[in-house]
């Protein structure tokens, strides 16, 4: 009698055709794209710490005037696109179509202006001899721990803007749901989240104090 209740109970949640797990397929696939996305990400800061603490001259190329302040508007731009990000989201939830797109504008638009900073300090940096090999500050490694890291970090952004783009245009017109536009959150989330550890390890661990 027991095991019938318990049988029966488990058809109730679970009749064959639908997903045993609380989670749909797709978030389940982004979520295990994050951790194997991270595991990458952590694999490249753990080998810019040793590479760093192994290196007896380490550059430190980076000036508080303009390095750290245009990394930190970087930073902001992207903390506030994780803001905007999670306003999307609820919005879209909510049903309200226009305002979920209009969010979603808001978090490209500050991804455009990190992309754009960014690639400008690359052109600076290239410009005073950085290589992804050479540099003429130090620790030749350095160049290629940078290029390799921020680069990444950039083609994730990158990425992430034209998702987003995609996903304004076919929500606004009813071809994606709810769903589909917390799920690009996630990955989003994602990609700030791993600047939160590029940015000190990278930039405030190598600022040039003289």
């Avoid at 058809?11 to 055709?17: E, N, Y």
């Avoid at 303009?66 to 994780?82: E, G, H, N, R, Y």
């Avoid at 050479?134 to 160049?143: D, K, R, S, V, Y």
Wanted: with cysteine.
């Amino acid at each position: 009698m027991a095991a019938a209740g318990i049988d029966q109970a488990g058809a109730s949640m679970w009749g064959g055709g639908a997903s045993p797990y609380a989670i749909s397929s797709k978030k389940l696939g982004m979520w295990l794209f994050i951790v194997s996305d991270a595991l990458t990400f952590g694999t490249l800061l753990i080998a810019y710490s040793y590479v760093r603490v192994a290196s007896e001259d380490w550059p430190t190329p980076f000036h508080f005037w303009p390095s750290i302040i245009v990394a930190s508007i970087m930073t902001f731009c992207l903390l506030s696109s994780s803001i905007t990000m999670v306003m999307a989201v609820a919005a879209a939830k909510e049903g309200k179509v226009s305002s979920a797109v209009r969010w979603i504008w808001f978090t490209i638009l500050a991804g455009v202006l990190f992309l754009i900073l960014h690639a400008n300090e690359w052109r600076q940096l290239i410009h005073e001899g950085m290589r992804p090999f050479e540099n003429p500050w130090g620790a030749p490694l350095f160049g290629g721990t940078f290029f390799a890291l921020t680069g990444l970090h950039m083609l994730h952004v990158t990425i992430g803007v034209i998702v987003l783009g995609i996903m304004a245009a076919g929500f606004k017109k009813g071809r994606y749901p709810a769903d589909y536009v917390e799920i690009s959150g996630l990955y989003w989330h994602f990609v700030d989240l791993v600047w939160m550890f590029i940015f000190p390890l990278v930039y405030l661990l190598s600022v040039d104090m003289g």
